[in-house]
């Protein structure tokens, strides 16, 4: 059976803080850790207002303080942003104070605009394009230090944490498969090409670590409340959002607005269907039917849920009715 894990981006909703956010954020790890989800993971984005894990690896270790169980790691770090020995310490010490529960998933997008990452990066020499070096560089740093060797990480070396190449086209696909590591597809907010990326990353999968056959996730969001209506409702904060950052005015999380999707044009209705097509909305019953025609459609080994709700109960909620979807779908497939 398909596992169930969480991408939470710390939403900062209207009326509140990025502190706020991020003790929401431990909040939903210790509540989705005690519904059994595998793994709970926080990305990296900059100069976003509604965004609060801009420092992944601070967040995290905040998280990892409110659970004892649960998977924790980045969806993903945007290599370019830094140097590969930064990140290797950063995630080297979440690993040293949690062994066996790290992931680092790494990706090559700047996770910002252009202004902030020439801000980010100060050096314009280092890109995308050093990406698949980067990677290499970066997981020699997890390698056991050898005699001699100029330059460790410390922590870091010889611990054990999971890496992940993630992606929005077919590049990361081919990359993933080239190196032998899973692949984690952002279908959530990018899923044209979603389905030309897994059945590459399948096909020229190589056994060449410690994985011997391809292993992928995708991401989809999932909006689950008591009725189809309510549902709805929770997710127009996300339709809003999406709206505001591809015109322009990036904010917190808006409230709940009824029949916001109604009122855009033509043209914007037809972006939020597009993008946002891999997510489902609605009663427990409309989820584990989409849910399932999702799973059935695609194969994927791992679904990793993203849901920006205002409320934080609510978000909660959503995550509770996603699991017991999932525990019914285990105990009666679907046909």
Known sequence: MTLLSVLDLSPVPEGSSA??????????AHHVEALGFHR????????????????????????????????????GIMLPNHAPLIIAEQFGTLAALHPGRIDLGLGRAPGTDQNTMRALRRNL????????????????????????????????????????????????????????????????????QMMEAAEIY????????????PYLMLGCGVFAADTDAQARLLFSSQQQAFVNLRTGRPGKLPRPLEGYADSLDSYAQRVLQSTLSCSFVG?????????????????????????????????KRSFTILSEVHEEMRAVPAQ
């Open 202 to 213: 399948r096909a020229r999968f190589k056994p060449v670590g410690r994985l011997q056959k």
């Open 125 to 192: 020499g280092t890109g995308p394009d050093e990406f698949p070096q980067d990677v290499m560089e970066l997981m020699e740093y997890f390698k056991p230090a050898a005699p001699g060797q100029a330059i460790q990480a410390v922590p870091g070396a010889g611990l054990d944490i999971d890496f992940w190449i993630l992606g929005s086209s077919t590049y990361g696909a081919q990359l993933a498969a080239m190196m032998g590591l899973p692949y984690a597809f952002a279908s959530h907010f990018a899923p044209a």
């Open 19 to 28: 502190g706020d956010a991020l003790r929401h954020s431990a909040d939903l």
């Open 283 to 315: 009663s427990r019953e409309t989820v584990r039917r989409e849910l399932g025609e999702f799973i059935e459609r695609t194969g994927a080994d791992e679904l990793m849920v993203t849901a920006q709700i205002h409320d934080p109960e609510a978000r």
């Open 40 to 75: 709970f993971w926080m990305a990296e984005h900059h100069n976003m207002p509604g965004i609060a894990s801009a420092a992944t690896a601070v967040a995290l270790a905040h998280v990892a303080t409110n659970t004892s169980t649960i998977r924790l790691g980045a969806g």
